[in-house]
């Protein structure tokens, strides 16, 4: 169904920590989306990107997340300093041209921050 | 979200049975697409819609954007329907999705 390739399947940080994971969109997708989804099934939009450039972010990523796309690597989103609260499963979808398209998601990272 | 209610939240079928999901949406959205979560997490693509009915199998979807609602029909419960599913829709001209709460669709022998 879905090529959107995320990585690592599982991530395990301290509070305080970086928490980096990755994600290659399917090929020919150029718009890749974020999503973080909690344990109570509410997913919360994060950023996106057209090729390299940030769309649209909430506030909370621009404060405490670190995200990009470059051209030719996978795109990353890196908590800057992980809390209790970041813990979810963080997903990353991928979407033909077009802002209103089919969205693709990978199978998540699931972060714990203990 | 308070955009998108979905409903039921849980449901339970037997092996061979069938029943409906609905989303209702509080604003205009232009195109909803509707998911399956396994266990595992992975959120698999059933439909996108701009409008109208699509099937797929035992499955049926349709959209209503004038009325603002958008159902998933499953028929001929299977065990591997066992899931989470979302329906998720695109508002005006954003390109994010909001997503409903989540259906926990349990099928059993």
């Known amino acids: 169904n879905s090529k959107v390739i995320q990585t690592p399947r599982y991530l395990v940080k301290g509070q305080g920590q970086k928490a980096k994971m990755r994600c290659i969109p399917e090929?020919?997708?150029?718009?890749v989306f974020w999503y973080q989804q909690n344990k109570n099934n509410e997913f919360k939009f994060l950023i996106n990107f057209q090729n390299q450039e940030v769309l649209q972010q909430i506030d909370m990523t621009e404060k405490r997340f670190s995200a990009e796309c470059p051209s030719n690597s996978p795109c990353s989103l890196e908590i800057q300093s992980s809390e209790a609260g970041d813990s979810a499963l963080y997903l990353c979808a991928s979407s033909p041209q077009g802002v209103q398209n089919t969205l693709y998601f990978g199978a998540g990272t699931r972060l714990s921050v203990l | 979200g308070d955009q998108v209610e979905q409903s039921p939240s849980a449901l339970s079928l037997h092996e061979g049975t069938g029943s409906a999901l609905r989303c209702n949406f509080t604003t205009t959205m232009r195109a909803v697409q509707w998911f399956q979560q396994n266990s595992r997490g992975s959120l698999i693509n059933l439909f996108y819609?701009?409008?109208g009915t699509k099937e797929n199998g035992r499955l049926k979807s349709t959209f209503n954007s004038k009325e603002s609602y958008s159902t998933l029909h499953i028929r001929d419960a299977q065990l591997e329907d066992s899931g989470t599913y979302f329906c998720a829709a695109h508002q005006g001209g954003s390109a994010k999705l909001i997503f409903g709460e989540g259906t926990k669709l349990t099928v059993s022998s």
């Open positions: 090929k020919g997708h150029p718009v």
């Open positions: 819609l701009a409008s």
